[in-house]
Nanobody
């Protein structure tokens, strides 16, 4: 079992930055692929970024490529999402997720955090 807790969300103006954190506890964090997803009311959960257990494979949704950066610190059992040049359309609840083997589909992930709200004002 893995417990995930996100933090770092908030209200920011367009063009600003936020860094989300996801602290993991439970079973060995370093063996899990990690992902960030986001969801707005009435829409499906959307893949944002993912990082393999080793950190050697990283991938992004086209909508955030060049603006967002995912990273992980195994010593701190934490995965981060640095979000720069934020746009109003980035407004959503952001979730981190963990899986023994996953890529971009939400059903591939076994464990989820409770989410953190990000709101970007225009």
């Amino acid at each position: 079992q893995v417990q995930l807790v996100e933090s770092g969300g908030g209200l920011v103006q367009a063009g600003g930055s936020l860094r989300l954190s996801c602290a993991a506890s439970g079973r060995t964090f370093s063996s899990y692929d990690m992902g960030w997803f986001r969801q707005v009311p009435g829409k499906e959960r959307e893949f944002v970024a993912g990082i393999s257990w080793s950190g050697g494979i990283i991938y992004y949704a086209d909508s955030v490529k060049g603006r967002f950066t995912i990273s992980r610190d195994s010593a701190k059992n934490t995965v981060y999402l640095q979000m720069n040049s934020l746009k109003p359309e980035d407004t959503a609840v952001y979730y981190c997720a963990a899986s023994a083997s996953a890529r971009t589909r939400s059903y591939e992930y076994d464990y989820w955090g409770q989410g953190t709200q990000v709101t970007v004002s225009s």
